[in-house]
């Protein structure tokens, strides 16, 4: 049986295109994609992320315990609303999942992780937490609602009740705090994002998500499907777990080297296999392709190098660049000219280096 959000029949009533995702009920667009990416580039929309699964950890060891879970160290985390990117690793450095952590207080902290790995995420944490006595409550009375792009921000401060403004509108990036929206409901305002813009993820209570989504309409926030969301955080170089990485990847092949961090005394799960791959070298890189003629990369297709054969990961048009872009994983070393299988013809390709877009604009060599 399908999962449906809290803003399930609000989509409906959009006219939204409903598809599967991860076995969720979710709208991929409600009329047009490119012109709801267009919306978050350029003005603000909002995205129903309710399908997310938001994890409370409780205990006196719970950084303790982060410390061993995670590739990335949460002993980054010293202010309390300060959020962390990490990995979370098998024994072999697989990626099992990526995720956000937030730093709520010393035997509290909250981790944000993807819907479609929702069970075998609680039962890993669940697992590994034992040791630590650490109390591990999932959250589904949350709903979820992320509000991107350059107007995003003001918009969301104008809802906000007047005393909470002036410290959410300093809140810095990758960080969250408690505030009041529309009607006093209780908002958990996180300044991240999947989309290359600014703007807030917004965790508030089911009870109030319909309210909440309504007034950001009323404020001009443009609402934008699971579509949307797919291509600008490709455009903005941003990893979609299960088709860029998973338990067969390490970080080191999924470009997220910088996640790791391999700090002295600090056992994490994982760190022996990564040690040993980054010492050896990883047999596989990811990489940035772009399509200048007609056609579009899709997932799966075969990358041509003179190193043997690759495959696309992510790949789609780029509305924002008017042209097909492309994440790929390929054997690493020198990989000399580039071309992809398309339904049997071999098209040239460019390597870039990604993000493809920063600040609604192409970056350079893209």
Not at 39 to 46: I, L
Request: hydrophobic share 45%.
């Amino acid at each position: 049986m399908t999962d449906k959000t809290v803003l399930n029949a609000t989509h409906r009533a959009l006219g939204a295109r409903m598809v599967d995702f991860g076995g969720w009920d979710m709208p991929i667009n409600y009329g047009s994609q490119i012109e709801e990416h267009h919306a978050v580039r350029r003005d603000a929309g909002m995205f129903d992320v309710s399908h997310m699964t938001v994890v409370d950890l409780h205990g006196a060891r719970t950084r303790e315990f982060l410390r061993h879970l995670l590739a990335n160290n949460v002993d980054k985390l010293k202010v309390a609303g300060k959020a962390l990117y990490s990995c979370m690793l098998d024994e072999r450095g697989g990626v099992i999942d990526d995720l956000i952590v937030y730093f709520l207080g010393e035997e509290f902290f909250r981790l944000v992780v993807n819907a479609g790995t929702r069970a075998k995420d609680l039962a890993w944490i669940e697992r590994q937490a034992k040791a630590f006595d650490v109390d591990v409550k999932e959250r589904p009375e949350f709903a979820m609602i992320a509000v991107q792009g350059p107007n995003a921000r003001a918009k969301v401060l104008g809802l906000l009740h007047e005393v909470d403004r002036p410290r959410i509108e300093q809140l810095g990036k990758f960080a969250a705090a408690a505030a009041q929206g529309p009607h006093g409901m209780p908002l958990f305002v996180a300044r991240t994002g999947y989309t290359g813009e600014d703007g807030f993820e917004i965790i508030v209570p089911e009870a109030d998500a319909v309210a909440l989504w309504q007034a950001l309409a009323a404020a001009g926030v443009a609402p934008a499907g699971l579509g949307a969301r797919d291509t600008l955080r490709l455009e903005a170089g941003m990893n979609l777990y299960g088709q860029d990485m998973d338990e067969s990847v390490t970080p080191w092949e999924a470009n997220l080297g910088w996640t790791v961090a391999l700090d002295q005394g600090r056992d994490f799960i994982g760190r022996g296999a990564l040690e040993q791959q980054k010492a050896a070298g990883a047999p596989r890189v990811m990489v940035g392709l772009v399509l200048d003629e007609k056609g579009v990369l899709r997932h799966g297709q075969k990358v041509l190098t003179a190193r043997g054969e690759g495959e696309i990961l992510s790949g789609s048009f780029a509305p924002t660049l008017g042209k097909a872009i492309a994440f790929a994983r390929i054997p690493a070393g020198e990989p000399g000219e580039l071309r992809v299988d398309i339904r049997g013809r071999e098209v040239p390709v460019r390597l870039v280096k990604y993000p493809f877009v920063r600040d609604g604009k192409a970056c350079d060599g893209v």
